[in-house]
């Protein structure tokens, strides 16, 4: 196992009450690899603004390894810790996105995202699969504020499903985009309508509304007699003349 790990540092080994875990750094691409046992389980950034750093950490502190060891090892608070383990304990969703969040990367200032949403379309237009490095070369040389592209990484999904959006032309404002946007995300939503109810929502939506029906004005009494009255002698005049 050895010479499979070379070029990695043992961050993270065995003993007798963690008999499994270990984990070693890649220094070079920034990476953490998780062993259980000879198996590799993952690899995370070395990054602890990282969601996937912190269900690593929350995992091992679930799965028994020493807290302390875990505070010594990869510098994390320990309540925020704790905290990780608990949502991730609790089996819900959006517990464990909001103790994954934390308070937000304070770094990403209103001044950068405003940079973002303006530099994004043309860099993701120009290269789609490196935007990313370049736009946070931008941010550090005109922010000087150093980036990891997993903390950027969800603000890029929202600008990217933003532009998908108004590329469709289907909504008519940012609004309309930003729901669109979330409803295609792999986001927990709050609760789904029965089949049965949506259909017939459905189809009263198709319906178009009634059209108001043009009235109809019947002529008063009085006329239809004076009417009569009018054609009676220009019946006997003809019948004469016959």
């Known amino acids: 196992m050895s010479d499979f790990l070379n070029g990695l ?71 925020s810790m704790r905290k990780w383990g608990r949502a991730l ?11 994954l969040q ?10 950068i995202k405003a940079y973002l949403r303006r530099r994004f379309p043309i860099l993701y237009a120009e290269n789609p699969r490196n935007y990313s490095s370049r736009m946070r070369r931008e941010i550090a040389k005109i922010f000087d504020v150093k980036l990891s592209g997993e903390g950027l990484r969800p603000l890029f999904h929202e600008l990217k499903a933003q532009l998908n959006c108004n590329q469709s032309g289907l909504p ?22 029965p089949q049965s109810t949506t259909s017939s929502t459905a189809d009263a939506a198709d319906d178009p ?3 108001p029906q043009p009235s109809r004005i019947s002529p008063a009494p009085d006329s239809i007699q004076a009417l009569r009255k009018a054609e009676q002698p220009s019946a006997k005049k003809g019948a004469s003349a016959v």
């Open 172 to 193: 008519e404002n940012e609004k309309d985009c930003e729901q669109t946007a979330t409803s295609n995300d792999d986001v927990p939503q709050p609760f789904t309508l």
């Open 9 to 79: 540092q043992a961050i993270l080994g065995t003993n007798k009450k963690n008999p499994m875990f270990a984990v070693y750094r890649d220094a070079q691409k920034g990476e953490l690899h998780v062993y259980y046992g000879f198996e590799l389980l993952e690899v995370v950034p070395d990054d602890k603004s990282a969601p996937r750093f912190k269900l690593m950490v929350a995992q091992l502190y679930n799965a028994g390894v020493k807290g302390l060891t875990l505070i010594e090892v990869f510098g994390v608070d320990p309540k």
């Open 209 to 211: 509304p009634d059209a």
């Open 102 to 111: 934390g308070r937000g990367n304070r770094r990403i200032t209103p001044e």
């Open 89 to 99: 304990k609790s089996g819900d969703p959006e517990t464990l996105v909001k103790a």
